[in-house]
């Protein structure tokens, strides 16, 4: 069988035998995989044209649906992807961190929607004043980026590797062309068959190479993102080539890092945080054999415990059972290929010029349900007694399932250990005690994108040491490539331009649909509150009334909220203090505006369920008046979340309380709820 790529919206095979691909179990060969014929510079052309066209035409919110549609159809289909997965080499564990997981994140980008407006483009902090008069302000906004996203993944995450990665870029509203590790392509290929087959992506939106895309670089543009995720030395190669360079083209690397996890000098043998440790460092040693980027390479522990740390490892991984993943009892199963094995073969006995192996044995391993002619290795344990001296620890990675324990004496040697691995995704730590929890994370932050503090309150729910979330950023510096992804709103923001806009506050509100403050504003005679969602337009004001705030305001609502502070009642306490006199409560002065602005009657406005950047800017004293300025900020379409739900949106009110003077005394954004018209929406 030989795989297929889907390139300009078909379904090609590659000339050419192509690459053997086999099933890492047996070793049966199962397939080919070849990109040879396929035109790399129309692949990109027919992204920039057709995907990203369509996508950034549409809204985030309407992005956000499509992923999330995707997610359901993906999960309906995830047995199939199962079946598949297993001759990969994983267990069904593995497989679930892989598919699922993957899954996990199309949902989890999905629901990132919600952060962002219901707008092709998102407007970015807040303005900021460029003018002593407050005619000339800037802004900034983000727009995505016009060209595609080349995802080059060398890991063995034939599932994951890719939704983690489309998932962010389809948000921004940039298409995608996938380029998985070929020796897994064939799973890759079956997802993305489900993927093309539902419809749910617009056209040019993914496009598949399964074979090599040496070349395809060769094409890329300043508009286009492109992202690694394999070996350092790779990824330096990639980096420099010479359109990335040339065309400033943005380049995102996870390489392989040397991670590290640390046993807190707190812990004693017999403690929840010591067997917490311990189950962690072989679950990371054994999950996909060990093939991870985040996986546990070193593992320092106090000098004292030592011993007692290696035996206690040497225990479990004696329980670990290698083997045939479908067959019960099974925990691990075997690498994506025999040319990993060679490679992780290779990389021990460099290793063992300066540690031993204490556990496991390079070329024997027990078999449970297979034979020797699939991928395995036995989980190998290895120890370096003087980490400081002898470095290849540091230095070189074993990419399978091979760790090495060593000993420290001090949390500042532990930091310090840590960082000679110039850089890492993640590092944990395992301890009882904040006070070392903290100057731990401290000292070791600057050389990790990720450090997981792991003690018995957070290990029920804890989602582990090699377990990178959708909504925190994943890369690491140094040796980890100097990259970031995912991350919430910081991954989608990577596939975006952002650009500083200028001009007048009048202006800026017409272009971002978000009121700057100073800007014209739209005095309606009906009254805002009275109006349907559909109805309200950005800048739409209602001037109020004024009101003269009294002392015995401020006596009755000091009475009414408990609020006795000295500076609104005890008016001999003054003195060395910014205040003139009694001044009235900030809650009171945005109460009483409350109580200006707000219409009565029932109408569409739902309810007011929050607040936002308020801001009490100038004392008011009994016997200034104040008046209210409310306009209509922002407005933020929802989704009906049932058939019988209200159709409605949130609409951000800006609330500027002002003096007689017309000077701003408080300024507050609250947040309602507005009914719309039409209730089919």
Same mark, same amino acid.
């Given at each position: 069988m030989?795989?297929q790529?889907?390139a300009?919206?078909?379904?090609?095979e590659g000339?050419?035998?192509g690459?053997?691909?086999?099933?890492?179990?047996?070793?049966e060969?199962?397939?080919y995989?070849?990109?040879?014929?396929?035109d790399f510079?129309?692949?990109?052309d027919y992204g920039?044209?057709v995907?990203?066209?369509?996508l950034?035409?549409m809204?985030f919110h309407?992005?956000?649906?499509?992923?999330?549609?995707?997610?359901l159809?993906?999960?309906?289909? &995830?047995?199939?992807?199962?079946k598949?997965s297993?001759a990969?080499?994983?267990t069904k564990v593995?497989s679930?961190i892989?598919i699922?997981g993957?899954?996990?994140?199309l949902?989890?980008?999905?629901s990132l929607?919600?952060q962002f407006?219901?707008?092709t483009?998102y407007v970015?902090?807040?303005?900021?004043?460029l003018?002593?008069?407050g005619t000339?302000?800037?802004h900034?906004?983000?727009v995505?980026?016009?060209g595609?996203?080349v995802?080059i993944n060398?890991f063995n995450?034939?599932?994951w590797?890719?939704?983690e &990665?489309?998932?962010?870029n389809?948000?921004a509203?940039?298409?995608?062309?996938?380029?998985?590790a070929?020796?897994?392509s064939f799973?890759?290929?079956?997802?993305?068959?489900?993927?093309?087959?539902?419809?749910?992506l617009?056209e040019?939106s993914?496009?598949l190479?399964c074979?090599s895309a040496?070349?395809?670089?060769?094409?890329?543009?300043s508009?286009?993102?492109?992202?690694f995720?394999?070996s350092?030395?790779?990824?330096?190669?990639?980096?420099?080539?010479?359109?990335?360079?040339e065309?400033?083209?943005?380049?995102n690397m996870?390489?392989d890092s040397?991670?590290?996890s640390v046993l807190?000098?707190?812990v004693?043998?017999?403690?929840?945080?010591f067997d917490?440790?311990v189950k962690e460092?072989?679950?990371e040693m054994?999950?996909?054999?060990?093939?991870?980027?985040?996986?546990?390479r070193?593992?320092?522990?106090?000098?004292?415990i030592l011993?007692d740390?290696?035996?206690?490892?040497g225990?479990?991984l004696a329980k670990t059972?290698?083997g045939?993943p479908?067959v019960?009892?099974?925990?691990m199963?075997a690498?994506?290929?025999q040319?990993q094995v060679d490679?992780?073969r290779e &990389?021990?006995?460099q290793?063992s010029g300066?540690?031993?192996?204490v556990?496991?044995?390079?070329n024997?391993?027990?078999?449970m349900?297979?034979d020797?002619?699939g991928a395995?290795l036995?989980?190998?344990l290895?120890?370096?007694?003087?980490?400081?001296?002898n470095q290849?620890?540091h230095n070189?990675e074993?990419?399978g399932?091979v760790?090495?324990i060593?000993?420290y &004496?001090?949390?500042e040697?532990?930091?310090?250990l840590?960082k000679?691995?110039k850089g890492s995704?993640?590092?944990s730590?395992?301890?009882?005690d904040?006070?070392?929890?903290?100057?731990?994370?401290i000292?070791?932050?600057?050389?990790?994108?990720r450090?997981l503090?792991l003690?018995?309150e957070?290990?029920k729910?804890?989602?582990?040491?090699g377990?990178p979330?959708p909504m925190?950023?994943h890369?690491?510096?140094g040796r980890?490539?100097?990259?970031?992804?995912?991350?919430?709103?910081r991954?989608?923001f990577h596939?975006?331009?952002?650009?500083a806009i200028?001009?007048?506050?009048?202006t800026?509100?017409r272009?971002t649909n978000?009121?700057?403050?100073g800007?014209?504003q739209?005095?309606?005679?009906v009254h805002?509150f009275r109006?349907?969602?559909?109805d309200?337009t950005?800048?739409d004001t209602v001037?109020?009334h004024?009101r003269?705030?009294?002392e015995?305001?401020v006596?009755?609502?000091?009475?009414?909220s408990?609020d006795?502070?000295y500076a609104h009642?005890?008016v001999?306490?003054?003195?060395?203090?910014?205040?003139e006199g009694?001044?009235?409560h900030?809650?009171?002065?945005?109460?009483a505006?409350?109580?200006l602005f707000?219409?009565p009657k029932?109408?569409?406005?739902?309810?007011n369920?929050?607040l936002?950047e308020?801001r009490?800017?100038?004392?008011?004293?009994p016997?200034m008046t104040?008046?209210?300025?409310?306009?209509?900020?922002?407005k933020?379409?929802?989704?009906?979340?049932?058939?019988?739900?209200?159709?409605?949106?949130i609409?951000?009110?800006?609330?500027?309380?002002?003096?007689?003077t017309?000077e701003?005394?408080?300024?507050a954004?609250?947040?309602?709820m507005?009914k719309?018209?039409?209730q089919s929406?």
């Amino acid at each position: 069988m030989k795989l297929q790529n889907y390139a300009y919206g078909k379904w090609i095979e590659g000339n050419g035998e192509g690459k053997a691909l086999y099933n890492a179990i047996t070793g049966e060969k199962i397939a080919y995989a070849s990109s040879a014929g396929l035109d790399f510079g129309q692949m990109l052309d027919y992204g920039r044209t057709v995907g990203n066209k369509a996508l950034r035409k549409m809204t985030f919110h309407e992005r956000g649906r499509m992923i999330k549609a995707l997610a359901l159809h993906l999960n309906s289909k &995830k047995a199939d992807f199962y079946k598949v997965s297993y001759a990969t080499g994983a267990t069904k564990v593995d497989s679930w961190i892989d598919i699922e997981g993957g899954i996990g994140n199309l949902f989890a980008n999905a629901s990132l929607r919600r952060q962002f407006p219901n707008e092709t483009y998102y407007v970015d902090g807040d303005t900021v004043g460029l003018s002593k008069g407050g005619t000339f302000v800037g802004h900034h906004i983000m727009v995505p980026k016009e060209g595609v996203a080349v995802h080059i993944n060398a890991f063995n995450f034939p599932v994951w590797g890719m939704l983690e &990665k489309i998932a962010v870029n389809l948000l921004a509203g940039v298409p995608a062309v996938v380029k998985p590790a070929t020796i897994t392509s064939f799973l890759t290929e079956v997802v993305v068959k489900e993927i093309i087959a539902s419809g749910i992506l617009p056209e040019g939106s993914l496009q598949l190479i399964c074979g090599s895309a040496n070349g395809i670089l060769d094409h890329v543009e300043s508009q286009d993102i492109v992202t690694f995720t394999g070996s350092a030395s790779t990824g330096k190669m990639l980096k420099s080539h010479p359109k990335i360079v040339e065309e400033a083209v943005p380049f995102n690397m996870e390489a392989d890092s040397l991670n590290s996890s640390v046993l807190g000098l707190d812990v004693k043998p017999g403690m929840p945080e010591f067997d917490l440790f311990v189950k962690e460092v072989v679950r990371e040693m054994t999950v996909k054999a060990g093939q991870k980027c985040t996986a546990i390479r070193r593992i320092f522990v106090p000098e004292n415990i030592l011993e007692d740390v290696q035996i206690a490892v040497g225990q479990r991984l004696a329980k670990t059972t290698v083997g045939d993943p479908q067959v019960e009892g099974v925990r691990m199963g075997a690498l994506a290929g025999q040319t990993q094995v060679d490679e992780v073969r290779e &990389k021990i006995q460099q290793l063992s010029g300066s540690s031993e192996i204490v556990f496991g044995d390079v070329n024997e391993v027990q078999l449970m349900g297979a034979d020797k002619n699939g991928a395995f290795l036995s989980p190998i344990l290895m120890r370096n007694d003087n980490p400081f001296t002898n470095q290849d620890t540091h230095n070189i990675e074993a990419f399978g399932p091979v760790s090495t324990i060593m000993p420290y &004496k001090t949390t500042e040697e532990a930091i310090e250990l840590t960082k000679m691995g110039k850089g890492s995704l993640v590092c944990s730590i395992a301890t009882a005690d904040d006070e070392v929890a903290r100057e731990f994370v401290i000292g070791a932050a600057s050389h990790h994108g990720r450090i997981l503090v792991l003690n018995e309150e957070s290990a029920k729910e804890s989602t582990g040491h090699g377990s990178p979330m959708p909504m925190l950023t994943h890369g690491g510096p140094g040796r980890a490539g100097g990259g970031e992804e995912m991350g919430g709103m910081r991954g989608v923001f990577h596939y975006m331009q952002r650009t500083a806009i200028q001009g007048t506050p009048t202006t800026l509100s017409r272009i971002t649909n978000v009121y700057q403050y100073g800007g014209k504003q739209n005095e309606t005679e009906v009254h805002p509150f009275r109006k349907h969602f559909e109805d309200l337009t950005v800048g739409d004001t209602v001037i109020t009334h004024k009101r003269t705030v009294t002392e015995a305001d401020v006596v009755n609502f000091a009475n009414i909220s408990g609020d006795n502070f000295y500076a609104h009642m005890d008016v001999t306490s003054l003195d060395e203090t910014i205040f003139e006199g009694r001044v009235a409560h900030g809650y009171f002065v945005l109460s009483a505006a409350a109580g200006l602005f707000v219409d009565p009657k029932k109408g569409p406005v739902l309810l007011n369920y929050g607040l936002e950047e308020c801001r009490f800017t100038k004392p008011v004293y009994p016997g200034m008046t104040i008046g209210v300025k409310l306009t209509v900020k922002e407005k933020v379409d929802q989704e009906k979340r049932s058939e019988e739900d209200i159709a409605k949106g949130i609409v951000k009110f800006l609330v500027d309380v002002y003096d007689e003077t017309g000077e701003t005394v408080a300024i507050a954004t609250i947040l309602t709820m507005v009914k719309k018209l039409d209730q089919s929406m």
